[in-house]
């Protein structure tokens, strides 16, 4: 074979090798189905821990009423055992009768108990409106009438009768009653905790508001914190966190993708993040929004660890929700500490995504030590609020014993501090300082 034929045959491999590849490039088709399900993108919670709806949204406290007696109370086991009770009972046959009640006995009086009924009543109470829609979702409860009510209040005649129950669903602010049916017999549960109401605090009515007849018990608390990382909340709020640049701006890290927004503000303990590309006017019913907020945390784990007990505390007319930091079943707030400048976890919703996302970036790492004490009283209460001009009486929703998280001299250790906390009309908390009949103390009047 001479040279010329063996240089025919290379070109010629060459040059059906080319047309081979040239054919399959021309032909070739991507699985672009199996790439876009793929979950290449490994997701970081900040923690493990979930939260059912029923965890977060609970009763603030119960009140038992017995002619003119009232007690209350704040028990964190009393409420869980109770609450588990109502959420197995099966409801039937839900009716309004806010006229009824209203033409009986007026509204205020019904709701107030000044109407002397020898039946005990237990008092339910949540601190801010429940809808149905979300009740339905975790109780065994059945609304055939489909009754778009929100509510706040359950009250529960306590009767011998084992048939023919029933349990009243308030709107307070609205002043609306459901009667409904509870067609499973009760558990002995009830009059088990009834018998128990004189371990409980005993109450006082006074401008339609009830506070507690004697000091009331509580203890001081100190925890140990801890800070999460500006990196472990960008590795579990962005969807590619490869993507994500960081700047620095004074104290603040800034987080950024094409669309969204992280700011880590280690100073004030605080992250913010927003999603400025979500149509915020697209409004969700408050069922679905107070669902698909726990939802959200429960994806990313932003419960953080177990002795962050986040609680739903409201919406608002912006459609922002609230869960705020609860210890022991009381409120934490932050009025007199700049460093922990907020312990609530508040999120904004478009139709279905997050649009903005507050929360602290702190959370409580180990209890510490606990000393006994107590708040003032209701003749002390009522004192201070008379003296101070510029509360009114009139304004207010209620007062109700909570804490004020407070740094010490390590920066790694904060006090709980017992308070009495005033919601107002306008749903803003302040701290109520009351001095101490006889004891000296702080000046009155709020901050």
């Known amino acids: 074979m001479n040279r010329e034929t063996i240089k025919s045959i290379i070109l010629t491999f060459l040059v059906l090798t080319s047309l081979f590849f040239t054919w399959n490039i ?92 020898s039946t005990p009543n237990f008092e339910v109470i949540f601190n801010d409106s429940i809808p149905m829609s979300a009740l339905l979702s975790i109780t065994d409860w059945t609304d055939e009438e489909d009754f778009n009510i929100e509510f706040d209040r359950i ?48 109450y006082v009515f006074w401008n339609g508001l ?23 909340f960008k590795n579990a709020l962005f969807s590619d966190p490869s993507y994500v640049k960081r700047d620095v701006n004074a104290s603040e890290f800034v987080y950024t993708d094409s669309s969204r927004q992280l700011v880590i503000n280690e100073d004030k303990e605080r992250v913010v993040y927003v999603n400025p590309t979500i149509d915020q006017s697209l409004t969700t019913e408050k069922g679905k929004l107070i669902l698909q907020s726990i939802d959200f945390l429960n994806k990313h784990g932003g419960w953080l660890s177990g002795l ?24 934490v707030f932050s009025f007199s500490d700049s460093h922990y400048s907020i312990t609530t976890i508040m999120q904004s919703w478009g139709k279905n995504d997050i649009a903005l996302y507050q929360r602290p970036l702190f959370y409580l790492d180990g209890f510490i030590r606990e000393d006994k004490t107590t708040l003032p009283k209701a003749a ?68």
């Not at 979930?50 to 017995?66: L, S």
């Not at 739903?312 to 022991?328: A, G």
Request: hydrophobic share 30%; proline share 5%.
């Open 26 to 117: 021309w032909t070739y088709q991507p699985n672009y189905g199996e790439i876009s399900n793929s979950n290449y993108i490994e997701n970081n919670p900040l923690s493990n821990v979930t939260k059912k709806p029923y965890e977060v949204v609970q009763p603030d406290h119960i009140m038992i009423h017995e002619k003119i007696k009232h007690y209350a109370t704040y028990d964190e086991i009393v409420i869980e055992r109770l609450w588990k009770d109502i959420r197995q009972w099966e409801l039937e046959e839900f009716k309004n009768i806010s006229g009824e009640i209203e033409k009986q006995y007026g509204f205020n009086q019904w709701i107030n108990r000044e109407i002397h009924n």
């Open 155 to 202: 009250y529960i005649p306590l009767t011998n009768e084992k048939a023919n129950r029933k349990l009243y669903l308030v709107d307070y602010e609205h002043k609306y009653v459901v009667e409904a049916q509870v067609k499973t017999v009760l558990s002995n549960l009830w009059t088990e905790v009834y018998k128990e109401k004189e371990s409980f605090e005993s």
């Open 308 to 331: 962050n007990d986040y609680r739903f505390e409201k919406t608002d007319q912006e459609q922002k929700i609230y869960f705020r930091l609860t210890v022991r079943n009381l409120p």
């Open 210 to 232: 009830f506070l507690p007849e004697k000091p009331f018990p509580i203890h001081r608390l100190q925890y140990f914190t801890k800070s999460m990382s500006g990196e472990q």
């Open 380 to 447: 002390d209460i009522i004192e201070a609020i008379k003296d101070n001009p510029s509360i009114e009486a009139d304004k207010i929703k209620r007062i109700f014993p909570a804490y004020d998280i407070q740094q010490s001299s390590r920066q790694d250790i904060v006090n709980l501090e017992p308070i009495w906390c005033i919601e107002l009309e306008n749903d803003k908390y302040q701290r109520l300082n009351v001095k101490k009949a006889g004891k000296g103390g702080e000046g009155i009047g709020l901050e």
